[in-house]
């Protein structure tokens, strides 16, 4: 803390202690003394306003919180209104019988309290007018008007706490006054929590929200002084007490001062509400004021750091000095500050100072008025730029003779310029913000667009239009980039140059949303140019921008996006580094943070990524090769250059070697290969060294390097995509990767990227894999280049691999949508000519189903799926019947009967497991004897599945089904294939039950179609004849009142089922549910089911 001024004068104010009040915002701090004398001072010790209430003695000051109105009460009673900004003064007389001992205002400033020695407070509003009266038994002093978000409620109301008889709390709630309670609500600390400090010394903090119970719970106490405890006073914004105690480690003192009071102890200390400056008050009439803190106010450019280091001292840094070397002295204390190359700018609302920076110290230039209030300034060598309510204003720091006005929005000539200019763009377009570079100033607006303007040609040269508003911008300091952060919380580095956007990817819990984005620092030093930093209060980010590099080259590269074309720039997250407490990053240079401090000076903070070691000898290997990968992703090549020599490793050559092809810096890559006497590398590098277009250049570099996916990615997208591939096709040939080349090919052009040029390339694969003896793959390319008949025939003949042959002949042959080579493939898989076997009816389903013939995929899908039945694959088969099932419904096809048994079947099958998981014996049961009487259909499996029908069934009470299931093992073919562990069971309910045995009774329920009476396991009614659907969780038959479908594959079911399993998945398309489902209409779904009829 500094002291800003003392003011003692018994002559003047009388003699005690001086009353004294902060106006809101620090601007003024009111002081009054028993000789009835009133002064205002501003924040630099200058007397405003001075005026005396006659005989009266001041008890009180209390400002408005919203407007310049000081109210002054006295000690008979009366107070005085006295408007700052009219110097006019409203007395109001007789308000109470004794002194008014406290005051004060709601925060809308419209009502004020006032408390008396009558033991009386009143309300009144801001004309003195009396609203309410409230009358106490005992003293009231430490009157507070607040408003409280209640525990029970959200809705905020106003209350009224005070100090009475010195004993008791009390808080009144105005729309509730008649029930008082005695807990203190104090805003400024927390959210119900209560600071006492007792005349010991002792600081408690007291609990004053939740449950009853909790109310007035210590939660904790500081033995703050060892005597006495005078005053406390809350800063919300500053989060100090004097003693300095930070709020949010009261444990710790931040600061503690001796204050000069005669040794005649202190009465009161209160801080401004901007928290920069505190007053102390002393019984011997003495008052002091305090600086606690300065406005963080800095600027930086390449060369120079400007500092506000006291309300009216600017401290100038100059190349990194930790030191200041200039001051500079200025009149006012400025809202903002702008630095640049050769000059300073300081500012105060509406007015710029700007003054010239030498060696031997500044001069002053010129002070200059702008329209309205400056948001924010910048400056270059040449060039101011001042952002203001809703334009801008660019001049020349140093203006020529004869210079226009500085209204003039004409862009082609001129020192003073407007933007946007109205006269050429939407009048409603407003700037959000604005940067100036060496170059270039640019601005966002509201229509989205950001602007570049060229300083040296005085025109517009870029308008690239964002998905959403831009709202702040940083731009490269002596280039073209400039990092933004859009409504949408997202951080983008765009180039006008090449019109390229690339995102800036997520990197910790700040950078997950960029919701706490601070700010951004592009590095100053020429060698990093590529490096920036984003930073929010606590961390900062370290990033490199990659330019020219490959896709692959990039962390993050699925965020980066190209306005026309691929990127081919990319953002790499180097590091992260913790900021100090107190400190804010305003220059990055060399590799080292420059923050402002809150104490007004510059702290340094090396990035430990940027660290560069100049001494290699021993040091081993592994330190070595960390060193060099840091060097590379630096892209510091010299110092890698010197690291790979004292390695001594061929593959570190290789690895640097590789880097700098990847930054398409050939002529290094050319020397590095040289040095590694690679004559091949040499002699392909050293033909790409005039190659003009990027994307060939840089897929080139990745066929070079065995990247063929990104090879051809780029070549398609080139100026010469033909000329391109087949270089690039060369280039696999003699390095023996045609292959890999092929496969790359394949997977990154798509549909609508194969062109005549593209297809005709794929023509050339083929007949190279034929000449190489590779028939698979010559067919695989020639059906790629659409020679569908020669790809048939070259993939029919496959003999090692014909499961890939014949799905990629399937895929051809639908493709083409050729008559007779569909044909060829039909006979050629059911063997009609014979000498061979009938392949895998699985390749005529896919046929079927691309050529979009249902009904014959229909018939295949069961011969399949029968075929997986009887090996046992039950859960193959129903998802191909399912499967089959819903490609029949988008198509609206009737499904055939024979497919919905089989499904049922399967389904019951599967059903039964869920069943008896759940403890439902009765229902599973059930199904097994439906399973039971087609076990036919499940041959692999007879025996358990009749064990397991025998064992359900008698705990199901279904003693007949038991007995004839047991029955059925007891035959020979059956018997020997019993599981030890159940024989003798089996044979016990053989012995046991009888052929008289009786099920459980089954219950009825009605038919969905006729409403006659059906077993509920039943799937046709005998009364309409109606095949009835089933329920996809139980196999009962669906009833119409309780009726709802999957959300997913619409299958349908009980909706007390559905409600039940509302967790679980789907038992028919294994999809999750949800509680979102609704009851169905029956009606509806069997509209749907026969649509296709």
Request: aromatic share 8%; glycine share 6%; charged share 20%.
């Amino acid at each position: 803390m500094k002291l800003v001024f003392r003011e003692h004068n018994p002559q003047l104010y009388g003699t005690g202690a001086l009353l004294f009040e902060w106006r809101p915002g620090g601007s003024n701090i009111a002081i009054a003394g028993s000789s009835g004398v009133v002064r205002l001072f501003n924040r630099y010790s200058e007397v405003t306003e001075e005026f005396n209430i006659n005989e009266a003695l001041p008890t009180v000051l209390c400002w408005a919180p919203k407007s310049s109105v000081l109210l002054i009460g006295d000690n008979k009673g009366n107070f005085i209104l006295f408007n700052y900004r009219l110097s006019r003064k409203l007395p109001v007389m007789g308000k109470h019988q004794k002194a008014i001992k406290s005051a004060s205002w709601n925060k809308e400033g419209t009502i004020f309290a006032l408390a008396s020695e009558d033991t009386s407070i009143t309300l009144n509003n801001a004309e003195g007018e009396t609203l309410n009266t409230f009358s106490w038994n005992g003293e009231i002093s430490e009157l507070q008007f607040t408003a409280f978000r209640s525990f029970a409620s959200d809705r905020e109301e106003d209350f009224i706490s005070a100090i009475v008889a010195r004993r008791n709390l009390i808080i009144v709630c105005l729309s509730d006054s008649g029930h008082p309670t005695n807990l203190q609500f104090q805003e400024g600390f927390g959210n119900g929590r209560l600071l006492v400090g007792f005349d010991q010394g002792v600081l408690v903090c007291l609990s004053a929200e939740g449950p009853a119970e909790s109310i007035g719970q210590e939660l904790f106490a500081i033995k703050e002084y060892n005597a006495s405890f005078a005053s406390i006073s809350v800063n919300e914004l500053l989060g100090k007490i004097l003693k300095g105690r930070d709020l949010t480690e009261l444990g710790e003192i931040s600061d503690m001062i001796n204050v000069d009071s005669d040794d005649s102890g202190l009465v009161e200390v209160a801080c401004s509400e901007d928290g920069s400056m505190a007053a102390v008050s002393a019984r011997s009439g003495a008052l002091c004021v305090y600086l606690t803190k300065l406005p963080m106010l800095a600027a930086a450019s390449s060369t120079h750091i400007a500092v506000l280091a006291s309300l009216t001292e600017i401290s100038i840094y100059q190349d990194g000095d930790v030191q200041p070397t200039q001051s500079l002295n200025i009149k006012v204390e400025p809202s903002l500050v702008a630095v640049g190359a050769k000059h300073i700018a300081i500012v105060l609302n509406n007015k710029a100072w700007f003054y010239d920076i030498k060696r031997n110290g500044t001069s002053f230039l010129y002070e200059h008025d702008y329209m309205t209030t400056i948001l924010k300034l910048k400056l270059n060598r040449e060039f101011v730029m001042a952002r203001l309510d809703k334009r801008v204003h660019l001049h020349r720091i140093i203006r020529s003779q004869g210079n226009p006005p500085a209204d003039s929005s004409d862009h082609s000539a001129g020192d003073d310029l407007l933007f946007p200019d109205l006269n050429e763009t939407n009048p409603r377009d407003v700037i959000l913000d604005a940067d100036l570079s060496d170059k270039f100033f640019l601005y966002s607006t509201t229509s989205r667009f950001l602007n570049y303007y060229s300083l040296e040609h005085a025109r517009f040269v870029s308008d690239f239009k964002h998905s959403s508003e831009i709202r702040t911008l940083c731009c490269e300091p002596d280039g073209i980039r400039t990092i933004f952060h859009d409504d949408a919380h997202d951080l983008y580095i765009y180039s006008p140059a090449d019109d390229q956007l690339c995102k800036i990817p997520s990197q910790g819990p700040f950078m997950s949303s960029h919701q706490q984005y601070g700010g951004c620092l592009w590095e100053s030093f020429t060698v990093d140019k590529d490096t920036f930093l984003v930073h929010d209060r606590h961390t900062i980010f370290v990033f490199m921008h990659v330019r020219n590099s490959r896709k692959g080259d990039r962390i993050g590269a699925d965020q980066c996006e190209r306005i026309n074309g691929i990127a081919e720039n990319s953002v790499n997250f180097i590091s992260s580094v913790q900021i100090p407490f107190g400190n804010v990053p305003i220059l990055l240079s060399k590799g080292i943070v420059h923050c402002h401090t809150q104490n007004g000076r510059v702290n340094t903070i090396l990035l430990r990524s940027h660290k560069t070691e100049t001494q290699f000898g021993g040091k081993s290997s592994q330190e070595l090769n960390e060193l060099l990968q840091q060097s590379l992703m630096l892209r510091r090549w010299r110092n890698a250059s010197k690291i790979c020599e004292d390695l001594k490793d061929q593959s570190a050559w290789r690895k640097f070697a590789e880097t700098v092809m990847l930054d398409s810096n050939i002529e290094l890559a050319v020397r590095i290969f040289r040095h590694l006497g690679d004559v091949a590398m040499v002699w392909s590098l050293e033909e790409l060294l005039n190659i003009e277009d990027q994307q060939v250049l840089s897929g080139h570099v990745a066929a070079l390097l065995g990247h063929f996916d990104e090879a051809d990615s780029l070549f398609s997208n080139s100026s010469q995509p033909k000329l391109a591939l087949e270089e690039a096709f060369d280039m696999a040939k003699s390095s023996g990767q045609v292959l890999a080349y092929a496969n790359a090919l394949e997977v990154n052009l798509s549909a609508e990227r194969k062109g005549d040029a593209v297809l005709g390339h794929f023509g050339q694969l083929s007949e190279q894999f034929q000449a190489e003896g590779d028939v698979l793959n010559g067919g695989k390319f020639a059906g790629m280049a659409q020679q569908y008949k020669k790809a048939l025939s070259l993939l029919l003949s496959e003999q090692r691999r014909e499961e890939e042959a014949l799905g990629l002949a399937v895929e051809y042959v639908a493709e083409s949508d050729d008559k007779q080579l569909v044909g060829e493939l039909v006979a050629h898989l059911m063997d009609e000519k014979g000498g061979g076997a009938p392949k895998d009816p699985k390749f005529l389903f896919q046929l079927y189903v691309k050529l979009k013939m249902y009904s014959e995929a229909a018939k295949t899908a069961l011969i399949i799926s029968h075929e997986q039945q009887q090996q046992g694959f039950y859960k193959t088969a129903h998802d191909l019947l399912f499967g089959m099932c819903q490609t029949l419904r988008r198509e609206r096809i009737r499904t055939p009967l024979d497919m919905e048994n089989s499904l049922m079947l399967l389904h019951s099958y599967n059903l039964v497991k869920l069943l008896l998981k759940k403890g439902d014996n009765y229902a599973g049961g059930r199904l097994l004897c439906r399973v039971v009487a087609n076990i036919g259909q499940f041959p692999a499996h007879a025996v358990q599945i009749l064990t397991s029908a025998v064992i359900t069934c008698t705990k199901a009470g279904l003693k007949k089904s038991a007995f004839n299931f047991a029955s059925q093992l007891m035959q020979p073919s059956f018997r020997q294939k019993i599981d030890d562990n159940y024989k003798k069971k089996i044979e016990l309910v053989v012995r046991k039950f009888g052929q008289n045995a009786p099920d459980m009774e089954e219950h009825n329920a009605p038919c969905p179609f006729c409403d006659g009476s059906v077993r509920e396991f039943a799937l046709g009614c005998p009364n309409c004849q109606a095949t009835i659907p089933f329920c996809i969780f139980t196999g009962r038959h669906i009833v119409k009142t309780d009726f709802a479908q999957c959300p997913h594959c619409r299958f349908p079911g009980s909706f007390s089922e559905f409600k039940k399993s509302a967790d679980a998945n789907c038992p028919m398309c294994y999809e999750k549910l949800n509680h979102q489902i609704l009851p169905g209409s029956f009606d509806e779904f069997i509209n749907e089911m026969n649509a296709g009829n």
